[in-house]
T-cell receptor, first 114, second 111 residues
Framework: GAVVSQHPSRVICKSGTSVKIECRSLDFQATTMFWYRQFPKQSLMLMATSNEGSKATYEQGVEKDKFLINHASLTLSTLTVTSAHPEDSSFYIC??????????FGNGTRLTVT | GNSVTQMEGPVTLSEEAFLTINCTYTATGYPSLFWYVQYPGEGLQLLLKATKADDKGSNKGFEATYRKETTSFHLEKGSVQVSDSAVYFCALADSWGKLQFGAGTQVVVTP
């Protein structure tokens, strides 16, 4: 069964609103979580890396004030897209690594901003 | 910086046909190379990996060989099944463990 749960799988929101995406590890403690996004016909791009209890590390070009990442527990990380705009429409996917476990991916979230 | 280039899809082929998906990379140092697969409605799953030159990764009938001289990691399967229909991603990991993905190749296998 799935070891990572990502929710929601699809979300449509209006421009200017905020959207929260959750990523949960189900069978192990997630010491590190990664957030990626994929625009159509492009690669999955790493947005940020988060370790439990510390601030996320963002990749160059990713606005930390727009994409808020919270990794408050060893099983949950959230990505909040604040004041979403149509250009934020994308596929967002999390991956999770435990201390002695390989990388596992969530099913992804398709965000559409109208 | 590091990058991964893989062939565009969709690739459509009949059951029992031979599948090749090309993947080339540019990287500094000695990256590890991966193929991930995403079946419809599911998350990304690791299909196979190779951590050094000339290593061959294999799983579920798929194979890929880490070719340093051609900076390639082509995915092959000798006889595909309808259940192999999915999107396949080539990826590399740098020394810090960060993954860099290709754009993905959709494979459609028809009965």
């Amino acid at each position: 069964g799935a070891v990572v749960s990502q929710h929601p799988s699809r979300v449509i929101c209006k421009s200017g609103t905020s959207v929260k995406i959750e990523c949960r590890s189900l069978d192990f403690q997630a010491t590190t979580m990664f957030w990626y996004r994929q625009f159509p016909k492009q690669s999955l791009m790493l947005m940020a890396t988060s370790n439990e209890g510390s601030k996320a590390t963002y990749e160059q070009g990713v606005e930390k004030d727009k994409f808020l990442i919270n990794h408050a527990s060893l099983t949950l990380s959230t990505l909040t897209v604040t004041s979403a705009h149509p250009e934020d429409s994308s596929f967002y996917i999390c991956s999770v690594r435990g201390e002695n476990s390989p990388l596992h991916f969530g099913n992804g979230t398709r965000l559409t901003v109208t | 910086g590091n990058s991964v280039t893989q062939m565009e899809g969709p690739v459509t082929l009949s059951e029992e046909a031979f599948l090749t998906i090309n993947c080339t990379y540019t990287a500094t140092g000695y990256p590890s190379l991966f193929w991930y697969v995403q079946y419809p409605g599911e998350g990304l799953q690791l299909l196979l990996k190779a951590t050094k030159a000339d290593d061959k990764g294999s799983n579920k009938g798929f194979e890929a060989t880490y070719r340093k001289e051609t900076t390639s990691f082509h995915l092959e399967k000798g006889s595909v099944q309808v259940s192999d229909s999915a999107v396949y991603f080539c990826a590399l990991a740098d020394s810090w463990g960060k993954l860099q993905f290709g754009a993905g190749t959709q494979v459609v296998v028809t009965p």
